[in-house]
């Protein structure tokens, strides 16, 4: 992605956040000592390679804090397919909780914590075409809670 393109879409997320009253904080390290609670959606389930700045120093952060993280998709900082980084930061990240989104991505059969699956829509065809593991929902529910065995299966 060009400078340009990134500056856009930068400007376009940031509107979008105000729209929605979000605040921005000046002093992630700050915010993060007076947090409660943290959702780590840092990165999406295709982010790959080294971390870059500011993020070493963010994942870090988070890692060695006492506060509840629900992590969406893939906790920030781990490779959807094999999981936490062997070293540096991320490779002590374990979150509270993780939503995976439509399904579970191959990174957690190495989450260890509660673990939920968000994304009701999609068809028995496109479940059948992909083989996908997807679980019962129950009632109207939009989320269940799932377990994950040893080999990393629901």
Do not use: N
């Amino acid at each position: 992605m060009s400078s340009s393109s990134v500056a856009q879409e930068t400007t376009r997320l940031k509107t979008q956040l105000h729209s929605l009253s979000v605040p921005f904080v000046p002093d992630f390290t700050e915010a993060l000592k007076s947090a409660d609670f943290l959702v780590d959606a840092i990165f999406g389930f295709s982010f790959g390679g080294p971390l870059r700045d500011p993020f070493p120093s963010i994942i870090s952060q988070i890692e060695s804090s006492s506060v509840p993280v629900l992590s969406v998709d893939a906790p920030s900082s781990w490779d959807i397919q094999s999981g936490p980084p062997k070293e540096g930061p991320g490779s002590k990240f374990m979150p509270e909780a993780l939503i995976s989104l439509t399904a579970p991505k191959p990174c957690v059969k190495y989450y260890r914590g509660r673990h939920f699956v968000g994304g009701r829509f999609l068809t028995k065809s496109i479940v059948e075409k992909y083989a996908l593991d997807c679980p019962d929902y129950p009632g109207i529910d939009q989320i269940v809670e799932v377990g994950v065995d040893a080999e990393g299966r629901l």
